[in-house]
């Protein structure tokens, strides 16, 4: 144990081992040989209130590696089960611990989870252990999520351990650390529900709401209240994700974020030829989890969390189910007319009315039959530079373009504003996959730079910068099958 909160700008206020204790466990570190600071995020140390320079120090390299302790932090696993592929299962951190909950300068909670340190009593038979490939990719997709805005666990260093991992083959070591506002997932609650009893699940329900949900604290039922918030930042958070063509690949519930922040960045992947059914993870053989998909299933996982909370929305069961029905009857709705609205914005319109669904559908086809590139498709749009490609040349997208112009010249806004519009919600550039494994290959390799200038082309998206246009790129066609794992 070292004195270093204060040089660090530790300022953990751990209220998670409030819970009963069998939400979490106590974890003994396990040093590894030779910790080597790969990536620190300078930025999001900075908002954290931490001291920069002492976490690229030996003694904060320590720190982020599992190495030692920090006075006040609580290193502990967290317990939480979870439907895997429709399948509910015992889970929990299997190789994670979370150091502490960080208040910020302008006192804000995040929790500061290692990933990849070691063994947990929920590790399964694994060794607990992370790879440096993975933990890089969460690190790349998880600031790209930032930079376009959308809610998400965040990353703030990436550690080499200097040990081997043996997968299928042989790897290198690492440690990520996550920044969430709370580690608190769907599967936690099935856990409390199912493994537990009613009253722990309460204990758990009061304490999310107080740290998420504090607003409705005095609800006349805050436990439906509490469901009805959830619905509505997923559904805000699947919008935002189908809009950028991201997908999450993995979307089981414990891999599902109560506070609504997209967390677990397994075989994820951003589209780029546009195909509603684009699947990446190579163990999702039917397609459960697909791009187009993605609301269905966050919908089914908001049921599992309703039923884990029926208990507590009413004592009468029949009844509870009715309260908790109504309540998610509406989240496809909501879900959809999110989705709508960011589509809209996409090619510039302010108020969405229902025709532009269909002239938004009409563009959407032309794209899956011409196997036009979804993100290069809305900038072409955006700057009005067509490319000569099938689709753009067609008689088709000419008759498309004139029903838009129609639709835009309704609007009182002018093509300025409208410009604007489409220009900061159309990104420039997403961490394409060839780019992300351009980058992950040299780094295992030692050259780190390719990373790092795809971290500069990511950090803001919207900027639309000469420098971002070679990312913007299409991959050569060899690359354009492309396969994730669930190796984070």
């Not at 509910?88 to 979370?98: C, E, N, Q, V």
């Not at 838009?404 to 919600?425: A, C, G, H, V, Y």
Request: hydrophobic letters at 35%.
């Amino acid at each position: 144990m070292i004195d270093n909160n204060f040089k660090a700008g530790f300022n953990f206020d751990n209220s998670y081992i409030k819970l009963p204790k069998e939400f979490y466990s106590y974890i003994n570190l396990h040093p590894i040989k030779s910790p080597k600071l790969v990536i620190l995020n300078d930025e999001l140390s900075k908002s954290l209130g931490l001291n920069t320079e002492f976490l690229k120090s030996e003694e904060g390299i320590y720190i982020m590696s599992g190495n030692i302790k920090t006075p006040n932090g609580v290193y502990i696993a967290q317990a939480y089960a979870g439907h895997q592929f429709g399948s509910f299962t015992m889970l929990g951190d299997g190789r994670a611990l979370l150091i502490g909950e960080q208040i910020t300068p302008f006192g804000n909670r995040f929790d500061i989870q290692l990933k990849g340190s070691g063994v947990t009593p929920y590790s399964r038979n694994g060794d607990g252990r992370a790879v440096l490939g993975p933990m890089l990719r969460e690190y790349i997709i998880s600031e790209a999520m930032y930079g376009l805005k959308i809610p998400t666990t965040r990353s703030l260093s990436v550690i080499s351990t200097g040990e081997k991992v043996y997968r299928e083959t042989i790897k290198q070591g690492a440690i990520l650390t996550r920044v969430a506002s709370s580690h608190i997932r769907f599967g936690t609650f099935e856990y409390a529900a199912y493994m537990l009893d009613n009253n722990k699940l309460k204990d758990l329900a009061d304490y999310t709401i107080q740290r998420h949900f504090p607003f409705i604290e005095n609800h006349e039922n805050k436990y439906i209240a509490f469901l009805k918030e959830v619905i509505k930042l997923q559904a805000s958070l699947v919008a935002k994700w189908q809009s950028v063509g991201f997908i999450h690949g993995v979307l089981n519930t414990d891999n599902m974020s109560i506070c609504g922040e997209t967390i677990d960045y397994g075989p994820c992947a951003f589209m780029d030829t546009y195909n509603p059914d684009t699947v990446f993870s190579s163990i999702d053989t039917s397609g459960r989890y697909s791009y187009k998909n993605q609301i269905k299933m966050v919908n089914w996982n908001l049921y599992r969390l309703a039923e884990a909370l029926l208990p507590l929305i009413d004592l009468d069961e029949d009844k509870a189910i009715d309260i908790a029905t109504n309540s998610l009857s509406k989240f496809i709705e909501l879900a959809t007319s999110n989705l709508i609205s960011e589509m809209c914005s996409k090619i510039g319109i302010f108020n969405p009315q229902a025709s532009d669904v269909n002239l938004l559908n009409e563009l959407l086809d032309l794209m899956y039959k011409y196997k036009e590139d979804y993100t290069n498709t809305f900038i072409a749009l955006t700057f009005k530079e067509f490319p000569n490609t099938k689709m753009f040349k067609s008689n088709e997208f000419t008759d498309w373009n004139n029903k838009w112009q129609n639709r835009l010249n309704l609007q009182n806004q002018s093509q300025d504003e409208i410009f604007d519009l489409m220009k900061n919600t159309n990104p420039a550039v997403i961490p394409r996959n060839h780019r992300v494994e351009e980058s992950l290959l040299a780094a295992e390799n030692g050259d780190f730079s390719v990373m790092n200038n795809l971290l500069k082309a990511l950090s803001n998206p919207y900027e639309h910068s000469d420098f971002q246009k070679e990312y913007a790129k299409l991959p050569p066609i060899s690359q354009c099958v492309y396969k994730t794992y669930c190796g984070t």
